[in-house]
């Protein structure tokens, strides 16, 4: 998922890491500080349009590798979520780094992910810009409720449970749908999903190579 507004990440914020409370974050996790950038794969391609597959085996220096790629992969793209078929990889995972509407900062990563809306009473929908790292370029709003939970589990295997509101359970929800084969253009008209795409042929180019000279910033 693309963030709303580009900006620093500060370090010093109320922040939850993995769904529990913590003093602080750098502002690049320890995470990102050891991957590697991959390619972001783009709409049409079919990793992102079917059900990924299910983790199953747990605490392997492969998937610790791949959610530190992920990690940086996203940072270098700006942005505030990323699910592993948007690196190629048919997995149930993503990984996060993204503010709720009360400036609390939420970073982690989250394996096999199920997600629960409230009910009709106690939730609203709210419609608020999206994008996608996989539709480079373009922006869409999108209705999405306000309130959202994720479980799941942890590279080790343990429990996860990650609640969001505001934007952050826009993410929550934007990255869910990603595992499960869908993207946010799924859920346009027509018109709007033609509008994205127009969008992400127009500002593709330089998207792309704003992600470049990010990396060769972090000397990746």
Do not use: W
């Given at each position: 998922?693309?963030?709303?507004?580009?900006?620093?990440?500060?370090?010093?914020?109320?922040?939850?890491?993995?769904?529990?409370?913590?003093?602080?974050?750098?502002?690049?996790?320890?995470?990102?500080?050891?991957?590697?950038?991959?390619?972001?794969?783009?709409?049409?391609?079919?990793?992102?349009?079917?059900?990924?597959?299910?983790?199953?085996?747990?605490?392997?220096?492969?998937?610790?590798?791949?959610?530190?790629?992920?990690?940086?992969?996203?940072?270098?793209?700006?942005?505030?979520?990323l699910?592993?078929n948007?690196?190629g990889?048919?997995?149930?995972?993503?990984?996060?780094?993204?503010?709720?509407?009360?400036?609390?900062?939420?970073?982690?990563?989250?394996?096999?992910?199920?997600?629960?809306?409230?009910?009709?009473?106690?939730?609203?929908?709210?419609?608020?810009?999206?994008g996608?790292?996989?539709?480079?370029?373009?922006?869409?709003?999108?209705?999405?409720t306000?309130?959202a939970?994720?479980?799941?589990?942890?590279?080790?295997g343990?429990?996860?449970?990650?609640?969001?509101?505001?934007?952050?359970?826009?993410?929550?929800?934007?990255?869910?749908?990603?595992?499960?084969?869908?993207?946010?253009?799924?859920?346009?008209?027509k018109?709007?999903?033609?509008?994205?795409?127009?969008?992400?042929?127009?500002?593709?180019?330089?998207?792309?190579?704003?992600?470049?000279?990010?990396?060769?910033?972090?000397?990746?």
């Amino acid at each position: 998922m693309s963030v709303r507004h580009e900006r620093p990440r500060p370090v010093d914020r109320r922040v939850r890491l993995q769904g529990r409370p913590t003093d602080s974050c750098p502002a690049l996790p320890p995470e990102a500080d050891r991957g590697s950038v991959r390619r972001i794969t783009v709409v049409g391609e079919e990793v992102l349009s079917r059900p990924c597959q299910e983790v199953a085996e747990f605490g392997s220096p492969e998937l610790s590798s791949l959610i530190d790629d992920m990690f940086l992969t996203m940072y270098v793209a700006d942005g505030a979520g990323l699910a592993a078929n948007q690196v190629g990889v048919d997995l149930r995972l993503f990984v996060y780094d993204c503010p709720d509407d009360d400036g609390i900062r939420h970073v982690g990563h989250i394996i096999n992910p199920v997600l629960e809306l409230p009910g009709p009473g106690s939730r609203r929908l709210v419609d608020d810009f999206e994008g996608c790292l996989s539709v480079p370029g373009a922006g869409m709003a999108v209705p999405r409720t306000d309130r959202a939970v994720v479980r799941g589990v942890d590279k080790d295997g343990e429990p996860l449970l990650v609640e969001g509101t505001g934007y952050f359970a826009r993410c929550l929800q934007h990255e869910t749908d990603h595992v499960f084969g869908h993207m946010y253009l799924d859920r346009l008209s027509k018109r709007d999903r033609k509008d994205a795409l127009r969008q992400m042929a127009e500002n593709r180019e330089d998207v792309v190579a704003r992600r470049a000279v990010k990396a060769a910033e972090l000397g990746r």
